[in-house]
């Protein structure tokens, strides 16, 4: 089950219901993306996740399976965890967009993102920005919380290599240093 912090899926048919949304256009939109604020030229029917890796080349947040199923693609909007595959570009226009980038922003990494180091919480590592998006919203709400929070905040993102034990084992160590 999906945290209850997960926003859901819009639903992209909801675009074409509309007759002046039946073709594709072009918007400037500005999101406020790790602390800067971009302006990008979109059609209507981009999702967030195009616009942060195609537009702006903040790979960080990976296309997994591009339908609200794994959570590669976990960023923070506004400080809730979203699969960005799912969120239609313009519906974050002007808000607050954190990818795994903007964890460290001059090349330090973050208490988290060493823990996820420290303790091999990631193997193939494709899925793991998006688990430490998911740590970083559940910490940044409960420094200290317990293996069903830990284990609830991240049952929307996927490892299919398994590494579940590490990735928790990283979650734990990154609340003992933040606590
Ligand atoms: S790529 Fe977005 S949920 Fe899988
Ligand atoms: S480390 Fe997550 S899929 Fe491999």
Redesign the pocket.
Known sequence: MAPVTRLLAPAITLLYDSPTMATPHTTAITLHVNGSEQTVSIEHHWSLLNVLRDSLHLTGAKRGCDRGECGSCTVLLDGAPVNACQVLAIRASGRNVLTVEGLAPAGQLSELQQAFLDEDG???????PGFVMSARALLDANPDPSEAEIREALSGNL???N?YGRILASVRAAARRLV
């Open positions: 990631g193997q193939c590592g494709f899925c793991t490892c299919r290599c590494a």
